[in-house]
């Protein structure tokens, strides 16, 4: 998978040489020679991932970190760090700056290129979900909430065995807000809590299981997909962590651990599986808002069109037929005047629900605006159409509505509805919804609370 990187280093030989490895690899590569050159180009050429130099003049890495995490135009970006540093002071400070990953010079191949492939495929999701986000709300400029959510600590579950490990990091883990287990303990709460893992610590190097084996399972495993994988081996086992990573770990950490780096990089997976999540419910929600009535919980016009040319399709193709009912509640308008448009929304609410407890879990109902509501019934002769119908127009006018939550003021409401079936192979949506119309218009005309039906 290629992908345009931003190589920023104040030594021209580094950047050259950064440039040669990665255009190897069929990669794209942006080149800037300071921090703030380095912001500029971010935001301008938006590049899929940066490798940030430390020790430069003016503006250190740490700095231009910082920034780029602080600016909602840059914020997704991912960042590696570069440096000749090798303290581990100096990989958390980078971390703790939002880095995330952090890379020793001289840069190995083998680790550049794996932490550059786990970065591609976080990043094949986070830009889908961007490009499919609906619901206005720009990305990386998240909420009080969402900040909340990516603060929150995480549940690790920590498979080694080796008992020195976990105790080793679970104290300082527990002290920055996450909760620690092992395997055994896991299966001790799993009946009896809600809480769902984060992270898997998985030790790679001297155990007595197939560390890869259970990799892959947690990847294919629908409960556990989504999980950040941090494995953790000797420097030495290359081979092994190059596999991890092709199977979808996300991190690595050399043992003997560090706990310090741990905390830190649990910290950034934690955020980043977390921002991955919200981008998920952002487009859930944006594609319930582009089909549902925010103020009924019906389907809109947008839904209810596209649904009758569905069934009308399926009737026309040898199906049963299928009705609609149109619905207009009687004198809404003089509900608004008289009691104000919130006791309006109250009435609208209520309509709603009863309708719904009087329609079968396959009828469509749909609010394509007003007070007009349309009942899409599938497999409906038109006589089944008008009983069901009567049985809502009862419905309505069995009781008085309340006009405010706290108001204890009732009225009286009652619905007009027209009904209209599948009239044969010729019938289109407009000839449908014309005569449910024309047919709603005869019960208005004939004194309103009723029922009428048009013929095709």
């Given at each position: 998978?290629?992908?345009?990187?931003?190589?920023?280093?104040?030594?021209?030989?580094?950047?050259?040489?950064?440039?040669?490895?990665l255009?190897?690899?069929?990669?794209?590569?942006?080149?800037?020679?300071?921090?703030?050159?380095?912001?500029e180009?971010?935001e301008?050429?938006?590049p899929?991932?940066?490798?940030?130099?430390?020790?430069?003049?003016?503006?250190?890495?740490?700095?231009?970190?910082?920034?780029?995490?602080?600016?909602?135009a840059?914020?997704?970006?991912?960042?590696?760090?570069?440096?000749?540093?090798?303290?581990?002071?100096?990989?958390?400070?980078?971390?703790?700056a939002?880095?995330?990953?952090?890379?020793t010079?001289p840069?190995?191949?083998f680790?550049?290129?794996?932490?550059?492939?786990?970065?591609?495929?976080?990043?094949?999701?986070?830009?889908?979900l961007?490009k499919?986000?609906a619901?206005g709300?720009?990305?990386?400029?998240?909420?009080?909430?969402?900040h909340?959510?990516l603060?929150?600590?995480a549940?690790?579950?920590v498979?080694?065995?080796?008992?020195?490990?976990?105790?080793?990091?679970?104290?300082p883990?527990?002290?920055?807000?996450?909760?620690?287990?092992?395997?055994?303990?896991?299966?001790?709460?799993?009946s009896s809590?809600?809480?769902?893992?984060?992270?898997?610590?998985?030790?790679l190097?001297?155990?007595p299981?197939?560390?890869?084996?259970?990799?892959?399972?947690?990847?294919?495993n629908?409960?556990?997909r989504?999980?950040?994988i941090?494995?953790m081996?000797?420097?030495?086992?290359?081979?092994?962590?190059?596999?991890?990573?092709?199977?979808?770990?996300?991190?690595?950490?050399?043992?003997?651990?560090?706990p310090?780096e741990v905390?830190?990089?649990?910290?950034t997976?934690?955020r980043?599986?977390?921002?991955?999540?919200?981008?998920?419910q952002?487009?859930?929600k944006?594609?319930?808002?582009?089909?549902?009535?925010?103020?009924?919980?019906?389907y809109?016009?947008?839904?209810?069109?596209?649904?009758?040319?569905l069934?009308?399709?399926?009737?026309?193709?040898?199906?049963?037929?299928?009705?609609v009912?149109?619905?207009d509640?009687?004198?809404f308008?003089?509900?608004n005047?008289?009691?104000?448009?919130?006791?309006?929304?109250?009435?609208?609410?209520?309509?709603?629900?009863?309708i719904?407890?009087?329609?079968?879990?396959?009828?469509?109902?749909c609010?394509?605006?007003?007070?007009?509501?349309l009942?899409?019934?599938?497999?409906t002769?038109?006589?089944?159409?008008?009983?069901?119908?009567?049985?809502?127009?009862?419905?309505?006018?069995?009781?008085?509505?309340?006009?405010?939550?706290?108001?204890?003021?009732?009225?009286?409401v009652?619905?007009?509805?027209?009904?209209?079936?599948?009239?044969?192979?010729?019938?289109?949506?407009?000839?449908l919804?014309?005569?449910?119309?024309?047919a709603?218009?005869?019960?208005?005309?004939?004194?309103?609370?009723q029922?009428?039906?048009?013929?095709a």
């Open positions: 998978m290629s992908a345009r990187i931003l190589v920023v280093d104040d030594i021209l030989a580094n950047r050259r040489l950064m440039q040669a490895k255009e190897a690899k069929y990669y794209s590569v942006l080149l800037a020679e300071n921090g703030k050159t380095a912001l180009m971010a301008a050429e938006k899929e991932i940066i490798l940030l130099d430390v020790m430069m003049p003016g503006m250190d890495g740490y700095e231009v970190c910082r920034r780029l995490k602080a600016n909602t840059t914020t997704h970006i991912p960042v590696v760090m570069l440096t000749a540093l090798n303290e581990t002071a100096d990989r958390v400070r980078g971390l703790a939002g880095a995330d990953d952090f890379l010079k840069v190995d191949d680790a550049l290129m794996s932490r550059i492939n786990a970065l591609n495929r976080y990043n094949a999701v986070a830009l889908e961007r499919r986000e619901s709300v720009q990305s990386g400029a998240l909420t009080d909430d969402e909340e959510v603060e929150r600590g549940n690790i579950l498979v080694d065995s080796s008992p020195s490990t976990l105790r080793y990091i679970r104290e883990l527990t002290q920055a807000g996450h909760t620690v287990m092992t395997l055994e303990e896991a299966e001790g709460v799993s809590s809600n809480r769902s893992l984060d992270i898997v610590l998985l030790a190097s001297h155990q299981y197939d560390p890869l084996r259970l990799c892959a399972h947690f990847r294919a629908d409960a556990t989504a999980l950040s941090i494995v081996a000797e420097e030495r086992d290359k081979q092994v962590v190059a596999q991890a990573l092709d199977l979808g770990a996300s991190d690595v950490i050399n043992t003997p651990v560090v310090e905390v830190a990089r649990v910290a997976q934690t980043r599986a977390r921002y991955i999540e919200i981008l998920r952002r487009v859930d944006g594609l319930e808002l582009s089909v549902v009535d925010q103020l009924t919980g019906l809109n016009r947008r839904y209810m069109n596209n649904q009758l040319t069934w009308l399709r399926r009737s026309a193709q040898g199906g049963a037929p299928m009705s009912v149109a619905a509640i009687d004198h308008k003089q509900v005047d008289k009691y104000g448009h919130e006791a309006g929304d109250y009435v609208l609410q209520e309509f709603a629900n009863r719904m407890v009087n329609v079968r879990p396959k009828d469509i109902v609010r394509p605006g007003g007070e007009e509501f009942i899409i019934m599938p497999e002769t038109g006589d089944l159409a008008c009983s069901a119908a009567e049985r809502i127009r009862r419905s309505i006018a069995a009781e008085p509505f309340e006009i405010g939550a706290r108001s204890g003021q009732e009225i009286n009652t619905v007009s509805a027209g009904v209209a079936t599948y009239a044969g192979e010729e019938d289109t949506v407009a000839d919804l014309k005569r449910a119309d024309t709603l218009y005869n019960a208005k005309t004939a004194g309103r609370n029922v009428k039906a048009m013929a």
